[in-house]
Antibody
């Protein structure tokens, strides 16, 4: 059974870089049918798509975050990662990693999510 | 302001049917598949519908999806109190080359 697990600091200082990793188990990140991505949800608010990556490295990013976001993949570890730079309190959210079918490009499998708080 | 527009809330009595709409444009719903998600309080979103009208294994046939033009609809029949949740639509936007979600609809089963 496919499982995705987010890991990384739960507290980040303003202006610093948020870094999260998603470890995939029960399936290969190198599958040709899927993209791997990040979605976030500020407390009490809706879902925001951040970006996604194919195992060969091609990426798509939310235009509103593109200047601050980098998503990378490590196929040897079956992991992919998110970096969000110059964070502010507005970046406080639950961050989910997810798998997306290449036919839809939006998630079908989700990680449990991890709360990241931006505060000094 | 979400790219996809959903009603903020809907409500219906147990056993009744409810529909949730998701309105977009030709660059997103009009030319791409729509997915629907259920998020129970304090939990991770769960896929209910993919490719506009398909249900993953384990999702009861009380849940259905349809798409027409630049709008999509989630239908839920035989409402149960356990269906109380936030529901989101999502799709790809070919102009933005990005995923987009609706703002979410809170379902109350009265």
């Amino acid at each position: 059974q496919l499982q995705l697990q987010e890991s990384g600091p739960g507290l980040v200082k303003p202006s610093e870089t948020l870094s999260l990793t998603c470890t995939v188990s029960g399936g290969s990140i190198s599958s040709s049918s899927y993209y791997w991505g990040w979605i976030r949800q500020p407390p009490g608010k809706g879902l925001e798509w951040i970006g996604s990556i194919y195992y060969r490295g091609s990426t798509y990013y939310n235009p509103s975050l593109k200047s601050r976001v980098t998503i990378s993949v490590d196929t040897s570890k079956n992991q992919f990662s998110l970096k969000l730079s110059s964070v502010t309190a507005a970046d406080t959210a639950v961050y989910y990693c997810a798998r997306a079918r290449d036919t839809s490009m939006v998630p079908d499998y989700w990680g449990q999510g991890t709360l990241v708080t931006v505060s000094s | 302001q979400s790219v996809l527009t959903q009603p903020p809330s809907v409500s219906a009595a147990p056993g009744q049917k409810v529909t949730i709409s998701c309105s977009g444009s030709s660059s997103n719903i009009g030319n791409n598949y729509v997915s629907w998600y259920q998020q129970l309080p304090g939990t991770t979103p769960k896929l209910l519908i993919y490719e506009s009208n398909k249900r993953p294994s384990g999702i009861p046939d009380r849940f259905s999806g349809s798409k027409s033009g630049t709008s999509a609809t989630l239908g839920i029949t035989g409402l149960q109190t356990g269906d109380e949740a936030d529901y989101y639509c999502g799709t790809w936007d070919s102009s933005l080359t990005a995923g987009v979600f609706g703002g979410g609809t809170k379902l109350t089963v009265l």
